[in-house]
Nanobody, 117 residues
Framework: QVQLVVSGGGLVQPGGSLRLSCAASGSIFSINVMYWYRQAPGKEREFVAAIGWSGGNTYYADSVKGRFTISRDNAKNTVYLQINTLKPEDTAVYYC??????????WGQGTQVTVSS
């Protein structure tokens, strides 16, 4: 089992920045890939970014390339999502997701990001 705890959301003005954190505990060794997703009001959950737990390869949705950076700190068992130049359309609940080598799926709780002046 893997437990994921998300933190770092909040209310930010357009153009601002936030860093979301996803701290993993439990069977860390089983994690293969970590993802960030988001779900805006009235919309389906969408992929934002992914990172390989071991190799560190990163992948981004086209809509966030250049503004979002996913990273990991294996010593802290934590994955981060740095969000820059925030836009109102970035307003959503952001979720952390982990997939194990056996394709088991783990979700952290969501964190609200609201971009508004």
């Amino acid at each position: 089992q893997v437990q994921l705890v998300v933190s770092g959301g909040g209310l930010v003005q357009p153009g601002g920045s936030l860093r979301l954190s996803c701290a993993a505990s439990g069977s860390i060794f089983s994690i293969n890939v970590m993802y960030w997703y988001r779900q805006a009001p009235g919309k389906e959950r969408e992929f934002v970014a992914a990172i390989g737990w071991s190799g560190g390869n990163t992948y981004y949705a086209d809509s966030v390339k250049g503004r979002f950076t996913i990273s990991r700190d294996n010593a802290k068992n934590t994955v981060y999502l740095q969000i820059n130049t925030l836009k109102p359309e970035d307003t959503a609940v952001y979720y952390c997701n982990g997939i194990s080598h056996k394709a088991l799926n783990y979700w952290g709780q969501g964190t609200q990001v609201t971009v508004s002046s």
